[in-house]
T-cell receptor
């Protein structure tokens, strides 16, 4: 069984569009995250979310918004996509917050 | 100064060699240290997890943490071509939902 899954795996879209990426974890973890990996492979946290708090990296544009319908899901919605949003987006989850993260396979977003 | 420094490589070694990968960091609050392995077009996979200073061994892999020097290492013995991947160090102060701070990753190539 896949522990952390994401859909879609690839997403190609035009500038200005709105898109969503879905994430689900079946590990029973309390905290979920979104990370962005740029072309130089650098992983940077965008959001973390558990039952009680949403922590937003202050460098993330407000065009990005996480939405969590329940503890097992954390979706990422992006408005007005820009060329610079092209990257690989990883969802992750952890039980012991801030420590061992388990990552999904990634969503490769290309904005044209 | 970046919070976590890691040489991006590439580091190319012959099969069977001992590989040494390293990271330095500046935040003395970090106390949880991890190494992730990432194959091309895959999500990061947790390889080693260490709390505070000391050594941890798992098969061919040994992780070392020296908090006094703010320096962590990953050693791979009897390296195999299947070890070819990008290795990312990651660390956390723990608590809250701050996630992990990653190094930029070292691209390792094991030559058959």
């Amino acid at each position: 069984d896949t522990a952390v899954s994401q859909t879609p795996k690839y997403l190609v879209t035009q500038m200005g569009n709105d898109k969503s990426i879905k994430c689900e974890q079946n590990l029973g973890h309390d905290t979920m995250y979104w990370y962005k990996q740029d072309s130089k492979k650098f992983l940077k946290i965008m959001f973390s979310y558990n039952n009680k708090e949403l922590i937003i990296n202050e460098t993330v544009p407000n065009r990005f918004s996480p939405k969590s319908p329940d503890k097992a899901h954390l979706n990422l919605h992006i408005n007005s996509l820009e060329l610079g949003d092209s990257a690989v987006y990883f969802c992750a989850s952890s039980q012991d917050t801030g420590r061992r993260l388990y990552f999904g396979p990634g969503t490769r977003l290309t904005v044209t | 100064q970046k919070e976590v420094e890691q040489d991006p490589g590439p580091l190319s070694v012959p099969e069977g060699a001992i590989v040494s990968l390293n990271c330095t960091y500046s935040n003395s609050a970090f106390q949880y240290f991890m190494w992730y392995r990432q194959y091309s077009r895959k999500g990061p996979e947790l390889l080693m997890y260490t709390y505070s200073s000391g050594n941890k061994e798992d098969g061919r892999f040994t992780a070392q943490v020296d908090k006094s020097s703010k320096y962590i290492s990953l050693f791979i013995r009897d390296s195999q071509p299947s070890d070819s991947a990008t290795y990312l160090c990651a660390m956390s102060a723990g608590g809250g939902a701050d996630g992990l701070t990653f190094g930029k990753g070292t691209h390792l190539i094991i030559q058959p």
